[in-house]
């Protein structure tokens, strides 16, 4: 934590941050009540309101959806390992390919791109602000 901000007691705010994972739905936990407000993706809210969740968006920070596939020597998805990381953002990437009309093949990704630096995946889920960076500094360092 950056010393120069204030903490959240500095605030009088009482905040308890749950861990999350691939197979963890923040959205799950604000629905059943367990969790008082959740971080989402844009997609996943679109489908719970189809379901009929009574949802309030507090704050959204992005124009366009930072989610992309990236790869580092696929320049084709025709029957490329796609890693998805699911709880919403596996929506984006299915679309995305239904687009493309590609076959291929879906796989857990994780948190992690170790699977398409591993050569387990042909193309991986990714941010613009984040893993993107990371893909791109392997690809030249």
């Not at 919403?88 to 291929?104: C, F, P, Q, W």
């Not at 387990?120 to 893993?131: F, G, H, I, P, R």
Request: proline share 4%; charged share 20%; glycine share 8%.
């Amino acid at each position: 934590r950056d010393s120069r901000l204030p903490s959240y007691a500095d605030e009088c705010l009482s905040v308890k941050v749950q861990p999350g994972g691939a197979d963890w739905s923040p959205l799950d936990e604000l629905s059943s009540g367990r969790v008082d407000i959740a971080t989402f993706n844009g997609l996943e809210v679109v489908k719970r309101f189809m379901d009929g969740v009574n949802l309030t968006i507090i704050y959204h920070n992005f124009r366009r959806n930072p989610y992309t596939l990236a790869s580092i020597n696929t320049k084709d998805l025709e029957g490329a390992n796609v890693g998805v990381w699911g709880v919403g953002h596996d929506y984006t990437a299915r679309s995305m390919i239904l687009l493309e009309k590609a076959n291929v093949t879906y796989a857990d990704q994780g948190w992690t791109l170790n699977p398409l630096f591993d050569g387990q995946l042909d193309v991986a889920s990714a941010m613009t602000y984040n893993e993107l960076g990371r893909i791109l500094q392997q690809v030249n360092p």
